[in-house]
């Protein structure tokens, strides 16, 4: 076919190539200056102990804001930025910073139990990432325990065995380790259940499928194909003694429906949107440490 079609595709394609990999180039040298500059910023979500109504942890999320521009969503930049490398500087400065947060929260009187850190499967590819997070706990003054690391399947299915090391590692400091967007991804349950994993977090697409069943026309606790996933990884984190939380909670129905099948730990907009640091030490300075969003 584009043979027939002859040499105009030829160049549609080579001119489509070139915006492409100019918008590339243009994003990757930003990424770079963002660095430099200190164009980053963290926003920090509760996530929130249904039973107590208590703030329990953070989840630590990336925000983009280059200088004379619009703020850059994660999603629109975190996949160069794994291409290039370059989410590896910018990890470490999400790691440094989210520990400093933490510690400062600590001195305020204010600090929830946990702060959950994302962490790509680029990152964990490096030497030595037990090392890099054992100094900048040692720099934060802050106790492994409090460090979540949010990872996702794909780390455990690119190189199963480093990954394994370096999970044994962390785990070994005492660092916790939570799989983040579960059940997207093709991991297997036997080697799930080999690895020192505390947490599994239910991807919000599937909690988003409890809301659509209940506006198809069932009673509030119904569900439709994702009620029925979040049921079963609510299940699956019991048998494995591990503990669950629900990410993209929006709605009242949803939190009934995910309480009643036994997920206390929630996160989303319902609670809180992600929050610049400022505003998140004045929600818990109103509410008290450890208090309702
Ligand atoms: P994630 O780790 O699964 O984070 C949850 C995402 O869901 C966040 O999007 C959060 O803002 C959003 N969210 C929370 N509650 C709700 C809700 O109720 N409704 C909806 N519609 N969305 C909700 P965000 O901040 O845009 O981040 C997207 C993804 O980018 C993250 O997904 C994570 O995979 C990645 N990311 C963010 N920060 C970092 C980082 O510091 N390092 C790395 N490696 N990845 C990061
Ligand atoms: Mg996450
Ligand atoms: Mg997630
Ligand atoms: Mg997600």
């Known amino acids: 076919r584009a043979k027939a079609s002859g040499g105009n595709h030829f160049h549609f394609y080579a001119a489509a190539m070139g915006t492409h990999a100019h918008r590339h180039l243009r994003l990757e040298t930003g990424l770079q200056r963002g660095l430099l500059r200190e164009e980053f910023v963290l926003h920090y979500q509760p996530q929130v102990d249904i039973a107590s109504g208590r703030i329990v942890g953070l989840e630590a999320l990336l925000r983009w804001q280059p200088r004379g521009g619009d703020m850059v969503a994660p999603s629109d930049f975190i996949p160069l930025a794994e291409e290039t490398g370059l989410i590896v500087p910018i990890g470490e400065w999400v790691l440094a910073t989210a520990l400093r947060q933490q510690a400062r929260l600590e001195s305020m009187g204010l600090a929830p139990l946990r702060m959950g850190v994302n962490m790509s499967?680029?990152?964990?590819?490096?030497?030595?990432?037990?090392?890099?997070?054992?100094?900048?706990?040692?720099?934060?003054?802050?106790?492994?325990?409090?460090?979540?690391?949010?990872?996702?399947?794909?780390?455990?299915?690119?190189?199963?065995?480093?990954a394994a090391e370096t999970m044994a590692?962390?785990?070994?400091?005492?660092?916790?380790?939570?799989?983040?967007?579960?059940?997207?991804?093709?991991?297997?349950?036997?080697?799930?259940?080999?690895?020192?994993?505390?947490?599994?977090?239910?991807?919000?697409?599937?909690?988003?499928?409890?809301?659509?069943?209940?506006?198809?026309?069932?009673?509030?606790?119904?569900?439709?194909?994702?009620?029925?996933?979040?049921?079963?990884?609510?299940?699956?984190?019991?048998?494995?003694?591990?503990?669950?939380?629900?990410?993209g909670v929006e709605s009242a129905a949803q939190q009934a429906f995910l309480g009643e099948h036994g997920c206390r730990q929630m996160q989303g907009y319902w609670f809180s949107r992600p929050?610049?640091?400022?505003?998140?030490?004045?929600?818990?300075?109103?509410?008290?440490?450890?208090?309702?969003?």
């Open 121 to 162: 499967a680029r990152q964990f590819r490096e030497d030595d990432v037990a090392g890099m997070v054992a100094r900048l706990l040692r720099e934060s003054g802050c106790s492994p325990s409090c460090l979540t690391l949010e990872i996702t399947e794909s780390v455990l299915m690119e190189n199963p065995a480093q």
């Open 169 to 247: 590692r962390l785990a070994q400091m005492g660092v916790r380790l939570s799989i983040d967007d579960f059940g997207t991804g093709y991991s297997s349950l036997a080697n799930l259940r080999r690895l020192p994993i505390h947490s599994l977090k239910i991807d919000r697409s599937f909690v988003a499928d409890i809301g659509a069943g209940v506006e198809r026309g069932g009673e509030a606790g119904e569900a439709g194909a994702g009620g029925a996933i979040v049921q079963a990884v609510i299940a699956l984190a019991g048998t494995m003694k591990l503990d669950v939380i629900a990410e």
């Open 275 to 293: 929050l610049p640091a400022p505003q998140l030490e004045r929600l818990l300075q109103a509410h008290g440490a450890g208090a309702q969003p």
